[in-house]
């Protein structure tokens, strides 16, 4: 009996792990919203060879507006967290709409996080964990990335959180 319950621990572990990204995005009830257009004279996705350079991107909610305010003052670390979240998810967005499959996503190569915070917050990081967090639940070991967090005085549109990021392509 205790072999037979390891092997379907195994199978059903190994269907978890070898699920695509969008089968990951639909388990978790996340729904990729449009990608608007870039607000000035910028692109959403540059592509140098295998690799995709994208804009940065904020917390932009399903009405339009974004999460905005400083972390530190406005916003709590958790607050801040889920707008990297939510962040994430408009950089899935962007590639979804820009590939049209995300299983062509080799690898998350860098993550680049902006937190606008007062000028005592040193937790930066664990903001930019909302970011880094949802893009390995979704991607797994293809998520895996080096990762950058700096605290800033302002971002446009006082926006809490802004994220760029590197992507190798197949």
Do not use: W
């Amino acid at each position: 009996m205790k072999i037979f319950l390891t092997i379907v621990c195994l199978f059903f572990c190994a269907a978890i792990l070898s699920q695509t990204p969008e089968e990951n995005i639909k388990s978790k009830g996340i729904e990729l919203p449009a990608v608007p257009k870039p607000v000035a004279n910028y692109v959403n996705v540059v592509r140098t060879g295998n690799l995709l350079y994208l804009s940065g991107k904020g917390p932009l909610q399903k009405n339009g507006t974004y999460i905005t305010g400083k972390v530190g003052k406005d916003l709590t670390i958790e607050q801040g967290y889920e707008a990297a979240k939510l962040t994430a998810i408009n950089q899935i967005a962007v590639l979804k709409d820009y590939l049209g499959d995300l299983n062509k996503v080799k690898r998350i190569v860098k993550v680049f996080g902006i937190v606008n915070c007062t000028n005592e917050f040193y937790d930066q990081p664990k903001v930019i964990n909302g970011f880094s967090d949802l893009i390995v639940e979704i991607f797994g070991e293809k998520g895996k990335h080096t990762r950058s967090a700096i605290g800033v005085a302002s971002l446009p549109m006082n926006i809490c959180v802004e994220v760029e990021l590197v992507v190798e392509v197949e």
